[in-house]
Structures are given as C-alpha cells and as structure tokens.
C-alpha cells in the first residue's frame, strides 16, 4: 500500500471546486490483479466539516492479469489405529496476488473430504468440520480458510491428523480449492489443478 498526502494552500469558497495541477497518474505492476484506490479529504487548520460521511470515495481497478492456485496432495501409511500425519498444501503459483481488499473474505476456500477408513483427531486452526446431509457419511469433510489475500509464491501447509480405523488399501481422498462465494476462480487458468489426493496406504 502507498499513502500520499495533498494539500490546497487556498482559500475554498462554498460551492468552489479544487483539483490537482494534472491528473493522477497510476502504473499497474506484474502482480497486480484487484486492487482499490482510496481518496479522501480532511479539513486542516481551525476549518470545521459539517459532515465527515461523504469524505472519502474508493475506486475498483481490476488488473488484466492471472493467478494459478494450485493444491499438493499427500500420501501416508499406517496400521489400524495408528494416527498419521496428512499434510496437503495450497500455493499461489503467481504472477498475481490476490485480494478480498473490499470484503474481507478468505482469498479462498479448500475442502478436504477424508480417505475411507480415517477420522480426524486434530486439525488445523482454520479448518472446521463442513459436513452436509449431502455428503457421504462415512466420509468427514472439512473446510480450511485462507487469509484474505494470497501473495505470488505464497505456500499454506494444513497438517491433520488421521486416525486409521480400517486399513483401506489405496484409501483416496480429495481437496479441492474454491473461491468463499461461487463455484469457481476465475482468475485462474488452470482449474485442473485446484484439486489434488491425499492417499492412506498406497499400494505401490
């Protein structure tokens, strides 16, 4: 973010209007993508506003640019009733970051549908159980967060730890990467891999 102050050594009279000496000049970089730009104006010296509400105004530029949101799956083995360690990653493979700067909402929004046989006895922070009578239920599924932006190169590890009740050879299951609202990112060219496995007991 880039802040800069302006100031009109003038008198103002009711009803006058005040510009800069040219107009406002704004260069786009490689990682650009949404972004926003704030103005506002504050009264200085002894000068008094009747209604600071209508201050401030803020523009949307939307950057012609991309961002590949990738996922990386796992594999893990153990015996039954062993607890294993499952960590899949997210990772913004660039050339754009990427921010909710409006809404605040989490950049993004990975589901984890478990591999058959497992239960999660810990997760991480920012993942809850997501479950729907829609879903399989012998199949835990749970939600993960992200911050509300996601720069280039940004790596999100999500450690859960499965419990294996039954060994299931080849037990797959699946995280898949969404946007916080919609079915899709679409930002990304690359949606095929937005998804990626995480395998208890691989056979080979």
Not at 31 to 60: C, I, K, M
Not at 142 to 171: H, M, N
């Amino acid at each position: 973010m880039t802040y800069v102050t302006c100031f009109f050594d003038t008198d103002v009279a009711p009803g006058a209007t005040v510009e800069l000496p040219q107009p406002l000049r704004l260069g786009v970089t490689d990682h650009a993508l949404y972004e926003r730009f704030d103005y506002e104006v504050q009264p200085r010296g002894d000068a008094t506003d009747l209604d600071g509400s209508d201050n401030g105004r803020s523009w949307r530029i939307d950057a012609d640019n991309t961002a590949d949101f990738a996922m990386r799956g796992t594999e893990v083995s153990g015996a039954a009733g062993d607890t294993v360690t499952a960590a899949f990653r997210f990772v913004n493979k660039g050339p754009a970051w990427v921010g909710n700067v409006s809404s605040g909402d989490p950049v993004a929004v990975i589901d984890f549908y478990l591999p058959q046989g497992t239960t999660a006895t810990s997760v991480p922070d920012t993942c809850r159980n997501a479950w729907t009578s829609g879903d399989d239920p012998t199949i835990g599924h749970y939600a993960c967060t992200l911050p509300t932006w996601a720069k280039p190169d940004l790596k999100v590890s999500f450690p859960f730890q499965l419990r294996i009740d039954r060994v299931v050879p080849d037990a797959t299951g699946r995280v898949v990467a969404r946007p916080d609202h919609g079915t899709s990112l679409a930002f990304d060219p690359t949606s095929k891999n937005n998804s990626a496995k995480v395998v208890v007991n691989p056979s080979t």
